[in-house]
């Protein structure tokens, strides 16, 4: 099974550009969607028949969004994790498949002036609590933009971004915390080198030049590494400032 994350930095944009070719040549059994930017009746018909799709977006729009495509029909999809502080910006979709929970995020940027440090805080709270309450249930696989490079192999520049929205303590901390609960980042699982990025800014050339940082990210229960075959990053694919990033599964 492969399932694939992207931010797409608008769908309708990157549907301009490579999205239905890359679509077709990846052939994902499920693909994760953040940062859609727009309403399923907008692109919709668009699809291949092979996918369903299930879509929560922001309350304002052209703003965040999230989407899943499946060749498997979810057993349920739920919108949100069901607390008034965070449900509004379409973020969070949950699809429940027989042997897992599949939570794909759009985590909350801090924000250059980190204007939003404090609610990206609790929402970290929050979040790691609502995934720990499905894997009461069954396994948890999450995956999408996480907004946080967790260490110093994850960005280009890490002295330079010490205190960036993105690297701070308070992020970085935020990310542990979801290590320490018992999930596994599953790239880190294979490689542990530096130079493995997912966003490049649109200035200075920057993904060109492979200056950037690693913020998209697939994480596991402990209880399927088992199953676990591969974790994978497409910094060819081009259409946003992110690339998708993947997981096999047996």
Not at 38 to 44: G, K
Not at 66 to 80: C, D, E, I, S, Y
Not at 133 to 154: F, M, S, Y
Request: proline share 5%; aromatic share 12%; with cysteine.
């Amino acid at each position: 099974m492969k399932l694939i994350s992207w931010n797409v930095n608008g769908l309708r944009a990157v549907l301009r550009k490579n999205f239905l070719t890359y679509l077709a040549e990846e052939k994902p059994d499920i693909l994760c969607l953040q940062e859609t930017k727009c309403t399923p009746d907008q692109v919709e018909q668009l699809w291949p028949a092979t996918y369903t799709t299930y879509w929560n977006t922001a309350e304002k729009k052209g703003y965040s969004g999230t989407a899943l495509f499946t060749k498997t029909r979810p057993l349920k999809v739920t919108l949100g994790i069901e607390h008034a502080d965070h449900d509004r910006e379409g973020r969070v979709l949950t699809a429940e498949f027989p042997d897992f929970h599949l939570v794909n995020v759009y985590v909350p940027n801090s924000q250059r002036e980190l204007t939003r440090l404090a609610y990206r805080q609790q929402w970290d709270r929050d979040f790691l609590a609502y995934l720990k309450q499905l894997e009461r249930t069954k396994p948890v696989i999450w995956c999408g933009d996480l907004n946080v490079a967790h260490t110093e192999l994850d960005l280009a520049n890490p002295k330079a971004n010490m205190k960036n929205h993105g690297f701070t303590p308070e992020e970085r901390a935020g990310f542990s915390a979801n290590l320490a609960a018992g999930f596994l980042d599953t790239f880190r699982e294979f490689e542990s080198g530096g130079g493995h990025y997912t966003w490049w800014s649109q200035m200075n050339n920057a993904r060109s030049r492979n200056i950037g940082w690693r913020l998209d990210y697939f994480l596991i229960s402990a209880a399927l590494r088992p199953r676990l075959q591969k974790a994978f990053i497409r910094p060819e694919i081009l259409g946003s400032d992110h690339c998708p990033v993947g997981i096999k599964l047996k």
